[in-house]
C-alpha cells in the first residue's frame, strides 16, 4: 500500500520569504503526484501536478515543485510567500496498482505567513 | 461552469440519527469520489462511482455508511447509525475520464465539503 508523509504539520513564514514544503511517498509503481491547496471555508484546489516529463513542475500562484525518484520526494516551493498564501497544502499520490483512480494523501501542511 | 457542489455545509446530530450527505458533481463528469477527514488526520478514500456504478468502495468504514449515485448524477451519501467517530469533513470530487486509459489523469476537483459533528 502506498503512503505520502508530510512532516511539517505547520510552517511558519514571514512575508517574501521563500518557503518550502516536504512530501514523500512510498510506493513501488509508476505514480502521479499533485498539491492541492485549501483556503478556508473552501473546497481543495489543485496547485501542480506531476504526469511525466520533467521533474520540475510549475503550478499557479508561483509554487512550483520537484519530483526526486531517487528521493522519492515531492516538495513544493515558492521563491517569496504572499499574506494571501496562508491555507493548508495537501500532497497526493495515485498509483495505478489495480486501475485504481483513488488519491492517497498526506496529512496536511498549514502555511501561515505573518507579516 | 459550476463546481463540485455539496449540501450541507455543516451538520450537527446526534448519536444514532441518521444523516444524508449530498454531492453534486460537475456537469459531465462520470466519475465520483468521496473522502473524509477526520480532525487532525488524513483525506481518506471511502469510494468512487463511474456513472451509476461503484468501481470501487475500499474506502468504506463499514456498512453504517451507504452510498448512492442514482442515475449517474447526484450521489448521496448516508450515515445510518451516526457514530462519534463518523465526525469530520466529507468531500466530494469529480473528474473526466474517458474509457479505459488510466493512466491519463483528469484532474479530481473537489467540493468544499460537509462538515459533520456527532455530539
Known amino acids: 500500500a502506498q503512503s505520502v508523509t508530510q512532516l511539517d504539520s505547520q510552517v511558519p513564514v514571514f512575508e517574501e520569504a521563500p518557503v518550502e514544503l516536504r512530501c514523500n511517498y512510498s510506493s513501488s509503481v509508476s505514480v502521479y503526484l499533485f498539491w492541492y491547496v485549501q483556503y478556508p471555508n473552501q473546497g481543495l484546489q489543485l496547485l501542480l501536478k506531476?504526469?511525466?516529463?520533467?521533474?520540475l513542475v510549475k503550478g499557479i500562484n508561483g509554487f512550483e515543485a520537484e519530483f526526486n525518484k531517487s528521493q522519492t520526494s515531492f516538495h513544493l516551493r515558492k521563491p517569496s510567500v504572499h499574506i494571501s498564501d496562508t491555507a493548508e497544502y495537501f500532497c497526493?499520490?495515485?498509483?495505478?496498482?489495480?486501475?485504481?483512480?483513488?488519491?492517497?494523501f498526506g496529512t496536511g501542511t498549514q502555511l501561515k505567513v505573518e507579516l | 461552469e459550476a463546481g463540485v457542489t455539496q449540501f450541507p455545509s455543516h451538520s450537527v446530530i446526534e448519536k444514532g440519527q441518521t444523516v444524508t450527505l449530498r454531492c453534486d458533481p460537475i456537469s459531465g463528469h462520470d466519475n465520483l469520489y468521496w473522502y473524509r477527514r477526520v480532525m487532525g488526520k488524513e483525506i481518506k478514500f471511502l469510494l468512487h462511482?463511474?456513472?451509476?456504478?461503484?468501481?470501487?468502495e475500499s474506502g468504506m468504514p463499514n456498512n453504517r455508511f451507504l452510498a448512492e449515485r442514482t442515475g449517474g448524477t447526484y450521489s448521496t451519501l448516508k450515515v445510518q447509525p451516526a457514530e462519534l467517530e463518523d465526525s469530520g469533513v466529507y468531500f466530494c470530487a469529480s473528474s473526466h475520464e474517458i474509457g479505459a486509459v488510466q493512466r491519463i489523469s483528469y484532474e479530481q476537483y473537489f467540493g468544499p465539503g460537509t462538515r459533520l459533528t456527532v455530539t
Open positions: 506531476y504526469l511525466s516529463g520533467s521533474t
Open positions: 497526493a499520490v495515485r498509483d495505478f496498482t489495480g486501475g485504481g483512480n483513488k488519491l492517497t
Open positions: 462511482f463511474v456513472k451509476e456504478s461503484k468501481q470501487d
